[in-house]
């Protein structure tokens, strides 16, 4: 057994190892041989905090929260890029013989702007007339004919702007390898210590849980011009769909993991290439162009029965509620395409012209110089998952967490060919520069934490080991508590005078599979889940932040917002998707009974519930007030942790350590 698997992950470091970044020509390495500066931290000492927390469970109990905030600022655009369209050497180099080719090579075309969307329509080479009116009489149709099941309602129009058509030459196919299996090769993340294969649940309620969830994340497909291209966000048939009836780029990432490790791989290139197009067109807000990496926040599918053609409608935030800007979906996307190829083999996809450039121009947007003395990015409030106000403006861990996931990523697929070669060094500079500054700067144990409450202020000039200003009596109460001796966690945000101490799963489990987090941290990190258990993961995992924020912290910092009051929601809600997220940190830290408790809570629950999006409470008891039921990415996130739980080989998304970030030579601050 033990040969065995040694054999596999020696193989998995050899699919690894073709991942990695490779040169334009055949020959050579693209290796920067830049000198690395990193050090892992030091071990954090055992022991438990006495203090625990007292709060009500009640959703709208009050505590207390420190936090300043102030206005948001959005992250700069770069310089600029060749215009949209393809050269002509790239056009020929994109093999003509793609079946996807019929659905790119259409093109879209813009055919309508407006304060609430962009709308696409086939290219006028195909149809010259094709103007879609301001559409009252276009109603929204998503999803193909035989998939209107009890939980479906997607025929309704929604509102001014809806959109619906029929299109006769659609040819909805189901697709036949949604039944076969995945047969994976182990990903050398895993730890060695695969013990806990034995701790596959073949429980009649997890079998007939994974069925199920398939079932509903079948029915969730949205295809174009008979190809899936993405799964709705919910299928409520009690609730208004406001934008849960489209694809959000975020959401579709569980859903894709989910297909790539059942072998269903073609729903998640269209995702690729549909959104790539997307990308491609001019975004306006008001009269303001949006850069031109940026990725949309959702899209759907519509047709015109005037016209008898598809049309697609992305958000690129214009719609949004809030008008946030979805600076998460990019580095998704290159995340998704990432794990595409890992999977797939298939390396023509992420080496086509387009593809190449679509990278190019999502990083262009965050490595453009500007008056920055951080290596993190800025980014304005609601810019995530987090897609409300919550204060989480400035340099968000998860928005970090992500930037330096997806450059890791793209450094791998990027050619080093024409411009390539600068960019590649620039992501080299960054990757060494972020990981240092979110590893020594974010970061915070019991050892830490004292550190900061000892801190002097008004230091000036290099020397400072208050290097932010912080004022120690700026730090909150409840960290005092909740820090355990054992164990740590990336805290939420950095900047001048102003340490967000709260917890976010998210930032915490990117960073573990991106490795920002160095391996003593990722320990201390699963050690901190495992000491607040009640805390971060309750009765339903999980809580996507820690604590909530209550009373005059509430009101000051979202504004009043009704959805987001304590314990509900985006402010210390539980959400069930956060499952994957999770198991997948748990496996790579060689920690998976941990993963294992949290799915068995889940399965109590999740789907008698109805799949909801969120759950409300201190200990996530409740079913979230305003929460969707079929929401697509609890079942996708479902689907993902278990496939991953049983089969480790499907931790496509993981990274491994790389040698000449993490070993620093760079001495450290005397407050670390
Ligand atoms: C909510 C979530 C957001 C998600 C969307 C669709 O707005 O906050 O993260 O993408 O729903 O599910």
Known sequence: ???????????????????????????????????????????????????????????????????????????????????????????????????????????????????????????????????????????EKPMKPSDSSENVELSKSKGKKSVTMSDEDVAFSENPSLTKIATLRPYPSVSTNLDFLDLIDNSPNGCAMMEEAWERLKKSYVYFKGQPV???????????????????????????LACLMRNEHDIVKHFLLKTLHLQGWEKRIDNFTLGEGVMPASFKVLFDPHRQKEILVADFGGSAIGRVAPVDSGFWWIILLRSYTKC?????????????????????????????????????????????????????????????????????????????????????????????????????????????????????????????????????????????????????????????????????????????????????????????????????????VYPALEGHEWRSVTGFDPKNTRWSYHNGGSWPVLLWLLTAACIKTGRPQIAKRAIELAEQRLSKDGWPEYYDGKTGRYIGKQARKYQTWSISGYLVAKMMIENPANLLISLEEDKRIANSTHTRSASY
């Open 1 to 139: 057994m033990t040969q065995t698997l040694l054999q596999l992950l020696a193989a998995a470091r050899e699919e690894e190892a073709s991942l990695s970044p490779r040169p334009a020509t055949v020959s050579g390495t693209s290796d920067t041989g830049t000198p690395t500066y990193l050090q892992d931290l030091p071990e954090s000492s055992n022991g438990r905090s006495e203090n625990e927390m007292s709060q009500s469970e009640s959703p709208n109990g009050e505590n207390k929260l420190a936090e300043s905030f102030l206005d948001p600022m959005v992250s700069s655009i770069s310089e600029a890029e060749p215009s949209n369209s393809l050269s002509e050497t790239e056009k020929e180099s994109t093999s003509p013989e793609e079946e996807l080719d019929s659905l790119e090579k259409d093109g879209l075309q813009l055919i309508e702007k407006s304060f609430d969307y962009i709308v696409f329509s086939p290219s006028s080479k195909s149809d010259e007339k094709s103007l879609i009116s301001d559409s009252d009489e276009l109603k």
């Open 230 to 256: 993405g799964t709705l966000a919910a299928m409520d048939p009690s609730a208004e769909d406001l934008n849960y009836n489209q694809v959000f780029v975020r959401d579709f990432v569980p859903s894709g």
């Open 344 to 544: 797939t083999h298939d390396h023509t996809l992420a080496d086509r012209p387009e593809v190449q450039r679509g990278m190019k121009l999502i990083l262009n947007l965050c490595l453009s110089d500007g008056f920055d003395t951080f290596p993190t990015l800025l980014c304005a409030d609601g810019c995530s998952m987090i897609d409300r106000r919550m204060g989480i403006y400035g340099y968000p861990i998860e928005i970090q967490a992500l930037f330096y996931f997806a450059l890791r990523c793209a450094r791998q697929m990027l050619k080093a060919e024409r411009d390539g070669k600068e960019l590649i060094e620039r992501i080299d500079k960054r990757i060494k520069a972020l990981s240092f500054h979110i590893q020594k700067y974010y970061w915070l144990d019991f050892t830490q934490l004292n550190n900061i409450y000892r801190y002097k202020t008004e230091e000036y000039s290099h020397t400072a080991v208050n290097k932010f200003n912080v004022i120690p009596e700026s730090i909150p109460d409840w960290v005092f508590d909740f820090m355990p001796l054992r164990g740590g966690y990336l805290i939420g945000n950095v900047s001048p005078a102003r340490m967000d101490f709260r917890w976010f799963l998210v930032g915490n489990c990117i960073a573990i599979l991106s490795c920002l987090a160095t391996s003593a941290q990722a320990t201390a990190i699963m050690d901190l889940v495992e000491e607040r258990w009640e805390d971060l993961v309750g009765e339903m995992p999980l809580k996507i």
